[in-house]
């Protein structure tokens, strides 16, 4: 009895190793049925996380080191390198091959549940679906990239975003990267894609003004992409809650009269609007307030700037200087007419 049980174990272990084997040679055959990358219009979507995941599976340490080297690092080197620059030395060359070598290890719960949800979506289908929509809300299509990617931290706090317009990108890694970030997070930054495009003569494109209009413009197109029928807090980015968006409601004649000495200064540590978004390592404008706050101030002027020059204007933001654009809506007009007189 004992031999029998034994053998049964045997006969087990290795069923539950050939279903296992099978899984894995099923992952890996969907994963190479997964496109390279997809051009819709003017804009390409790169399904990077592909080679690095059958990087990190593959049990060939050198082919998998070369693959990487091929198909991930050197096509995006500028990418990793501005990465590099903002988060530390993880994207150089030598410890990008090394984490990637060992990502669906160091971070499974992360990368199964995932991949998993990846291979089920049909990205391809939901960026033509988003990209049709945009163009009829804006009249505008976007070009560039965007890199899908896992980086080698669960939290590193990039989520969606990107260096110089070299790349927009999407970090899978991060827990925040859900089918809500992508519903409302593919809009916005495919905004500002169109935005910088449109936008680069602006005089004062180094400022803080600019960076101001940007995030509001790019959560406004969102607000107008979903009919004006999706909540303020879901427009501005999905990085809104109701709770701060009603503390910035709040505080909204507050906020304008203190930003205003920093609108058209440069963004650096001195500027204290920009801090904990565009900066680090400086005295914050609010120390309560959400650190979107300049998301909520420029969604307003924008918003002020349509109801006062009329429907549609909105889409005046596009080429106009962001001085005009400030001065046009007449945002801040309503707490002057209500200050006491001297």
Known sequence: MAILIRLLLIGLVGLVSEQAAAQTRTMEERLRSVPDSVTVGRLTVVNVFKYQLLAASSSQRAAAATLLADKVYRPYAAVWQQMGQAFGNAFQPAAFTRWNLRLTDSLAAVVQPKLAWLLASNLDSLFGRQLQQLHRTTGRLPAGRWLIFFSPYEQMGLVMGGFDNQAMLVDLSDKRVTSETLQFGFPHELQHMIYYETSTQDPDKDSALYAVLDEGFASYAVYK?????????????AKTTPAELAWCLAHE????????PY???????????????RVGNCPKLFAEAPSNLIYFLGFRIIQAYEKKRGRGTWKDVYTKPVREVLAQS?????WQKSRPKK
């Open 225 to 237: 992409y979903y009919d004006e029928r999706v909540s303020l807090d879901k427009a501005i980015f």
């Open 330 to 334: 007449g945002y801040g007009q309503q």
């Open 263 to 277: 609108l058209l200064a440069k963004i650096d540590a001195k500027n204290a609007l920009m801090c904990g978004v």
């Open 253 to 260: 004649r507050e906020i304008f009269e203190k930003a205003q």
